[in-house]
């Protein structure tokens, strides 16, 4: 086997200082009973080359050349420089451990320092962290830091946060004995807080922008209300490169910023690996969940990177912690800095502007083409669109072009029956933009 | 030693990203504008991150010369108890970048995503295998993911009996993680220690074990990387006082193809796709940690699950015991496509052999070296050993002076001050993918470390000398926190 490099030899020779005189009786220490008898039932071993026939026979039953979705809802497909992940490959990076040995680890660390500084910048806040697994959990560890903070019970999330991410709130939430409560949402697609002022005891308000109907909320207003109630307000995202163009978070009054950060270089990977990112003002610093990167000097006062304030984390602190979280995403916030400093403020923009300038296009486009758009509030990449009834059949049909034309809101709202979310980023072009509405309109 | 692998050469000093580059410069192929700007209230818009503009050329050289500041197990060994730094075979990597795979999105269709519904199937059904146990999921993120959702299955499979409990034991030797995941679930960790042995005696478990105490969460083999002997009876015991066994699988390395989890007493499990299934560990993840379950907690998974209808795979929702979903979507394919390709490259005589050879690894470095560092538990170890610096002591050389003098001959140092059952700890992981001439320039580092320490013990005070930087002042990072620049 090729990733085992000991021949008879050497195992010979090695059983002999260990003092037993077959590989078998390694395992003396444990008991009879306990031991296998049959080998494992698994496949056969396949060569390289074979494996390699499998996996693209595998892949050839997946979405090939030419598939054209348009959904986002959570993932966004955009491009990704050669560069980015021609550097992401380099096997220092891939293959070392998380950065115990700053001395041996400087590479990761300082790129991890990178990634916080430009992640806080992008989302106008003090301080983010080195990373977390998603955008789901990054805001129910958010939500849960919300609790420690203010020793409040209880949180409210917007109805139009992602749905998944709200599933994934209950489930850490179910055991705590901790109130997560979701606010409606009004008639222009965005949130209603009109309804905060009866809740008591809360700890902190979770508003996405853009929301899940793609809508720019008012996080300003939001903040104003929020904070009425002595919550803290956590503003969440699924589409970090809207912070290309909106006005970041942090400058609106968030406490908390939350959200994935998958549209920076990381590719789809049918959901995961993504980014989850947290960021938040200083003072609440020593309160946040996962993995830092701070700066520091070395005996000879030059520059250098630790992985600091571990007295928060699991290791140190055990029951605890303000998380559990150890193995995080590093690879991912290595992926976004890569991506981000690729782009810059100019290439962020520009980008950004495109997404948003396509997706107002298609939604001209379906407009003239006699459907509704319900909500009117301004959008990012992403908008409804309200089909007529019996669309269902087009999907089916456009399904079997290659085309998907958006994501069927009905499984989570079910007053939406016939409402699509329809997402375009910068990788649609007018053509099959075009090629969607005549399809449509069929 | 003066032939030593670490040496030193050049490489680069390279400034902040920010302290580079110049107003207007992009390093991004901008796509062509093929539609009209479409104005956006200015009260929406924002004055644009502050980034630096950069070229190609800029990010290339800038995070080549950081890379070459780090090591990985690309560069040499890297023994790290209980991380399992094994080699990360490179055709994986191929397999989860196959386009089909890596451009899928997660809400398409399932009726167009049969190839990732297979390998995703196929891989629970080998963990499954591996393991002894019934079912998988495959959503967890990371190992400590996998922990909560273990002890999420544990708190919901109580509730569903009517009768919650407050209390999980967590031995000494389990892993640091445990005590976290477990209070997360509003659960208090019992400590017990292990014996003279460094294992779990069944009088101990007995001891704490009641009608208020949901389960048990035991590392096995443990953090001194001993198999727990007693796990039959501890399960017996757990079982009869109507608790739950959790195993942490992290250590599974040690013991594939060689013992099934499942059929000595555990009722749920997770692994590390990124230890002990090659996936590389990306300098702190993306990781997966899978959990394994007995029959009895499978409705309780995570949805959705993969389930196969009329010969179609398909994700099922509707499981009302569920404790729902541990992130968006369906855990990181991307690692579970390169934890696939390893089985199916390895198949179940390789496993075998892979654990058979951590193992012969792990005590060929403990009878080489146990006259030079003291070893606190003189028997046959698993994957890894446990020595401490008591030898050292008298020459005032700490465990820490060790591992960064390891440094200066080219090793990554293993994990140091863990586990916390012996003091001055250095635990050391091979693996299976050392070969004999590496451990043998290891295990003669370490003892020439072990002379300096008695004849010129300020060589390891004032180590590491060949790396980038020398010791780095954490005290003051973490005094005055500058987390951004």
């Known amino acids: ?442 | 030693m003066n032939d030593s692998l670490g040496t030193t050469g050049l490489i680069l000093n390279e400034p902040l990203l920010w302290e580079k580059g110049k107003a207007g410069r992009c390093g991004f192929s901008l796509p062509k504008r093929d539609v009209d700007p479409s104005p956006l209230s200015r009260e929406l818009v924002g004055d644009g991150p502050d980034f630096p503009d950069l070229s190609e050329v800029d990010v290339v050289r800038h995070y080549t010369r950081l890379s070459q500041w780090n090591f990985g197990v690309d560069t040499g060994m890297y023994p790290l108890g209980s991380c399992t730094m094994k080699y990360n075979p490179k055709t994986n990597e191929r397999q989860a970048s196959i386009p089909g795979f890596s451009g899928a999105h997660p809400l398409i269709p399932e009726s167009l995503c049969q190839g990732v519904l297979q390998v995703m199937a196929e891989l629970e059904v080998h963990l499954a295998e591996i393991t002894g146990m019934d079912a998988a999921t495959l959503q967890p993120a990371a190992g400590a993911h996998g922990e909560l959702t273990g002890m999420l299955l544990i708190h919901a499979w109580h509730q569903k009996k009517g009768a919650q409990r407050t209390r999980i034991i967590v031995p000494d030797t389990a892993h640091g993680t445990n005590p976290a995941s477990v209070a997360l679930c509003g659960y208090r960790p019992v400590p017990v220690a292990s014996d003279d042995q460094g294992i779990l005696s069944a009088e101990a478990v007995a001891g704490v074990m009641d009608e208020d105490t949901a389960g048990i969460m035991i590392t096995n083999p443990n953090t001194l990387g001993l198999f727990e002997e007693n796990i039959l009876e501890i399960a017996r015991i757990v079982h009869a006082k109507g608790g739950l066994v959790y195993c942490d699988g992290a250590n599974m390395n040690a013991v594939m193809g060689m013992v099934k989890m499942g059929k000595i007493g555990v009722d749920v499990m997770h692994l590390n796709l990124h230890k002990t299934f090659s996936t590389p560990h990306g300098g702190g993840g993306p990781g997966s940690g899978p959990v394994c379950v007995k029959k009895e907690l499978e409705p309780f998974l995570p949805v959705p699950r993969i389930v196969k209808q009329e010969g179609r795979y398909a994700l099922d929702h509707d499981r009302p015991d569920s404790i729902g979903r541990l992130q968006a979507f369906y855990g990181n394919v991307g690692v579970m496509l390169k934890a696939y390709s390893y089985i199916r490259t390895m198949g179940p005589e390789g496993l075998k052999k892979v654990s058979q050879l951590a193992v012969l690894n792990a005590n060929y470095i403990k009878e080489r070296l146990k006259d030079t560092l003291h070893l606190p538990y003189d028997r046959p170890c698993m994957h890894e050993c446990v020595f401490s610096d008591k030898f050292q002591a008298p020459h005032h050389v700490t465990t820490l002076d060790m591992a960064k003098r390891l440094m200066d001959y080219g090793f990554h140092p293993p994990t140091v001050y863990f586990p916390l059952v012996v003091a001055g700890a250095i635990m050391m992981e091979p693996t299976e993918t050392e070969s004999k001439e590496d451990l043998d320039s290891y295990i003669a580092a370490l003892k020439a470390i072990a002379e300096e320490a008695r004849t010129d013990p300020d060589l390891l005070h004032h180590a590491p000398r060949k790396c980038k930087v020398r010791r780095l002042d954490e005290t003051a990072a973490a005094r005055k926190p500058c987390l951004a620049g």
Not at chain 1, 418 to 429: A, G, I, N, P, W
Request: aromatic share 8%; hydrophobic share 40%.
């Open chain 1, 1 to 442: 086997m090729r990733y085992l490099p000991h021949t008879q030899e050497d195992i010979q020779s090695m059983l002999q200082a260990v003092g037993v005189d077959h590989l078998d009786h390694l395992f003396s220490t444990i008991p009879r009973d306990c031991r296998l008898k049959e080998a494992l039932d698994l496949p056969a071993p396949m060569t390289e080359w074979e494996l390699n026939d499998h996996m693209d026979a595998l892949a050839g039953q997946m979405p090939g050349p030419g598939h054209q979705a348009f959904v986002g809802a959570g993932r966004y497909e955009h491009f990704i420089p050669e560069s980015v992940s021609y550097l992401l490959g380099r096997s220092e990076f891939v293959t070392s451990y998380t950065p115990y040995q700053p001395e041996m680890s400087q590479g990761t660390l300082q790129a991890i320092y990178e990634y916080q500084t430009l992640a806080a910048r992008l989302l106008g806040m003090e301080v983010a962290t080195a990373s977390h697994y998603d955008g789901a959990t990054a805001l129910a560890e958010s939500l849960l830091m919300a609790v420690r903070i203010t020793g409040r019970k209880r949180v409210a999330l917007s109805s139009l946060i992602h749905p998944l991410y709200r599933q994934t709130v209950q489930t850490y939430f179910a055991p705590t004995g901790y109130d997560a409560v979701e606010l409606p949402y009004l008639p222009d697609g965005s949130t209603d807080l009109s309804s905060l002022s009866q809740l008591d005891d809360l700890a902190g308000v979770a508003v996405q922008s853009p929301n899940f109907f793609g809508v720019i909320e008012d996080l300003q207003r939001a903040g104003e209300e929020i904070h009425k109630t002595g919550a803290l307000f956590i503003s969440c995202f699924t589409e970090a490169l809207a912070y290309g163009l909106l006005k970041g978070p942090g400058a609106q009054g968030a406490d908390i910023v939350c959200g994935e950060g998958q549209s920076l270089g990381i590719p789809l990977s049918y959901g995961g690996p993504g980014l989850g990112m947290i960021a938040a003002g200083k003072a609440h610093m020593r309160k946040l969940p996962g993995r830092l990167v701070g700066k520091t000097t070395d005996l000879e006062g030059r520059l250098g990177f630790v992985l600091t304030l571990a007295t928060r984390e699991q290791h140190i602190r055990r029951e605890k912690a303000t998380s559990n979280i150890c193995t995080n995403n590093s690879l991912c916030a290595l992926a976004a800095v890569m991506y981000m400093a690729s782009l810059g403020k100019t290439g962020m923009r520009e980008l950004a502007l495109l997404n948003h300038d396509k997706a107002e296009y298609m939604k001209s486009r379906l407009k003239q083409a006699g459907f509704a758009i319900p909500f009117e509030r301004p959008t990012f990449n992403e908008f409804v669109v309200e089909f007529p009834k019996g669309f269902e059949e087009t999907r089916k049909r456009l399904l079997e072009k290659n085309i998907v034309p958006g994501f069927a809101l009905k499984d989570f709202y079910p007053e939406l029956y016939d409402h699509y979310l329809v997402c375009v980023t910068e990788t649609k072009s007018r053509e099959a933009m075009d090629a969607l509405v005549r399809e449509v309109a069929a």
